[in-house]
């Protein structure tokens, strides 16, 4: 049985007065952070049926998020460059100039869909990458503790302790290293086995700022941009 599609919105809270986008709707709102404007946008998501609303990951948002789930809104949050990655995407270069409400509500849209039946193959990928975050920690700390050992932070009794010291904290920075390549290289190699994945994450790399290393997180915390390439198939 095929799941019943979820109306979605997006509101963009970067400028002076927030925009609201409802999906499949060409109109846009605006309304500033304040009382009236929160209640404002309630009433249009109510009127055209929304039940999901994605809102960026900015520091002025709490209240209205606060206002919208109370009316009984889900909110999906939404991160600036997960947008910039779906507009790069979708548009190209043209669509790197930030987010926007409406691409904010397509993108909720296709989160929506993926949570409704979410890809198999992301289930390992995502504990490969919290694997490969915590090899990069440990690699943090082991060459901070080096500095600090060489800066004269750790003290040793003597000489030779030094000496001693210093071997310790370049073996383990050493094998913090290596083990946070195989973590890499294991991860990269298991992302490129799969054509529509290394497609995508190639796609990802071209973006301006973007290196392999913050394409990789890109597209494991973003399954659903792999629907996009489906959908312009079937639209094809």
Do not use: N
């Amino acid at each position: 049985m095929t799941a019943e599609r979820v109306k979605t919105a997006g509101i963009s809270t970067a400028g002076a007065t927030f925009e609201l986008a409802v999906q499949d709707v060409a109109e846009r709102w605006h309304a500033g952070d304040d009382r009236d404007g929160w209640r404002a946008f309630a009433s249009v998501l109510t009127r055209h049926g929304v039940s999901q609303v994605g809102l960026e990951l900015t520091g002025h948002r709490p209240k209205l998020a606060h206002t919208l789930r109370a009316t009984g809104f889900t909110i999906v949050d939404i991160e600036p460059r997960h947008v910039r990655a779906y507009a790069w995407l979708t548009e190209g270069p043209a669509g790197a100039r930030g987010p926007d409400a409406s691409r904010i509500a397509a993108l909720t849209a296709l989160r929506a869909e993926e949570r409704a039946s979410p890809d198999p193959r992301f289930a390992s990928l995502s504990g490969h990458l919290v694997y490969l975050d915590y090899a990069e920690d440990d690699l943090r700390t082991a060459r901070i503790r080096r500095l600090q050992h060489r800066a004269g932070v750790t003290a040793p009794a003597g000489p030779d302790d030094r000496s001693a010291l210093d071997q310790v904290y370049d073996r383990d920075e050493q094998w913090a290293e290596e083990r946070a390549g195989r973590a890499l290289a294991e991860l990269v190699a298991e992302l490129r086995g799969d054509a529509e994945i290394a497609a995508c994450l190639d796609r990802l790399i071209a973006m301006p700022d973007m290196d392999e290393r913050r394409a990789i997180a890109a597209v494991i915390a973003m399954p659903e941009l792999l629907r996009l390439r489906k959908q312009g198939s079937a639209s094809g």
